[in-house]
């Protein structure tokens, strides 16, 4: 590549081939492997989604019965971790303990492969099934409640509910959340997807992949809008101040969080999705606060984009951080949510990075001076 076809950002590069996601920014489509998103929202699981993008077809029912019992046994953490999360300092974030538990748990489980070209991520499953228990233990530590044991005859969105509240959730709350993981495990090469693949390009292992890959999600551009959304909507206040609110913030330039994507240019189909469980959680909930606030929001901000010849629509974090909320989640643990989901979709493509590996290797323009000589220290 010559120094000529510099872009910024890397924008508008194709850096890798891949048959894991589709996303159809045209037409609002998003297909896993080929299923389509809706499809796999109707009738599938993040489990099942899991195994999926991990080896490449959808399970049989023993191939999905065996791949379940092994997650959902790997679902505890030891004690060393529950520890490692109630000794974590205070000013730290959850996703940089993230970030340190899977990396302590390479210490316990891959010695013996740690400098293989081999990839143990279908094995080590434990990945994708503790993250989701650290992130639950974490709230209840902070809450001064003790951990929860997880249960195996939960799916992974349902268990995650109960370690959180422990209580089990009804089944509705329980596949809503498990419909939420599924709809973010994967979607092409995000900052933090690349950044996996890039690590798994050197052969390091899975878990330092999972754990940069997390580093680049903590970053505020990339995840943290939802959590960003119910700022705004916290701001808000009501229905009645969206119009005001709105034509203030757009008088400043601001962004509206949760609106526009770089590659939707229709509604995101994941907003679909989540937009039919915020109503049906309201309906069930009987508290429209936070669906009113939205449809009034999106209704307005459409209007006012479409008057600029700028049409901009929800985005997947539009309405995913109220359904969040009337789960009973609070909003620190939306960006960690993304993770607990993502780490499926992370593996799936270091997986893909490992068969027909190619050491990432771009070039920077040199900008700097000419060169000139050495000063002496004590003659500058
Ligand atoms: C997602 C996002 C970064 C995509 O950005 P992009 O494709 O690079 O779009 P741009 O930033 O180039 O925006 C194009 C125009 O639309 C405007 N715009 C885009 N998203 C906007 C938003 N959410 N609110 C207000 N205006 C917006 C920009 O100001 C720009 O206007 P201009 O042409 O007058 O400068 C952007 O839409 C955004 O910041 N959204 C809010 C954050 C968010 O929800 N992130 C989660 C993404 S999944």
């Known amino acids: 590549m010559s120094e000529s076809t510099y872009a910024k950002g890397l924008e508008g590069v194709v850096a890798a081939e891949s048959e894991i996601c589709r996303v159809d920014g045209e037409n609002g489509k998003l297909y896993y492997r080929g299923f389509s998103i809706d499809d796999l929202a109707e009738h599938s699981s993040f489990e099942e989604v899991t195994y999926l993008l991990l080896y490449e077809h959808l399970p049989t029912t023993k191939e999905l019965s065996d791949f379940t019992e092994k997650m959902r046994f790997q679902r505890g953490i030891p004690t060393t971790v529950q520890n490692m999360i ?192 915020l109503q049906e959680l309201a309906e069930r909930k009987d508290d429209f606060r936070l669906y009113d606030m939205l449809k009034e929001l999106e209704t307005r901000f459409r209007e006012r984009m479409e008057e600029k010849g700028k049409p901009l629509y929800p985005n997947v974090d539009f309405f995913s951080g109220a359904v969040y909320s009337l789960l009973g989640i609070p909003k620190e643990l939306f960006t960690p949510l993304f993770a607990v989901a993502r780490t499926a979709g992370w593996l799936a493509h270091i997986l893909e990075q490992r068969k027909d590996n190619r050491l990432f290797r771009p070039k920077c323009l040199y900008v700097g001076g000419e060169p000139v000589e050495y000063v002496p220290i004590d003659k500058r």
């Open 86 to 277: 109630a000794d974590f300092p205070p000013r730290g974030s959850l996703m940089e303990l993230l970030q340190s538990v899977i990396s302590y748990l390479s210490g316990n489980v891959i010695h013996t492969i740690k400098h293989s070209t081999d990839c143990n991520c279908r094995r080590t499953l434990h990945q994708v099934a503790q993250i989701a228990t650290v992130v639950a233990t974490y709230q209840r530590l902070k809450e001064g409640k003790s951990y929860v044991e997880p249960r195996t005859d939960l799916s992974h969105g349902a268990n995650f509910l109960y370690m959180l509240r422990g209580e089990e959730p009804d089944e509705y709350e329980g596949k809503v959340m498990d419909t939420c993981l599924l709809l973010h495990a994967e979607h092409g090469f995000c900052a933090s997807t690349f950044t996996a693949r890039v690590v798994a390009s050197t052969y390091s292992t899975c878990y330092c992949s999972i754990s940069a890959a997390i580093g680049a999600l903590y970053g505020f551009l990339h995840g943290g809008a939802n959590e960003r959304v119910l700022t705004m909507l916290e701001e808000i206040g009501s229905k009645e101040n969206v119009a005001q609110w709105l034509d203030e913030a757009l008088a400043k330039k601001s962004k509206i969080m949760g609106m526009g994507h770089r590659v939707y240019h229709t509604k995101d189909p994941r907003a679909v999705i989540t937009e039919r469980h």
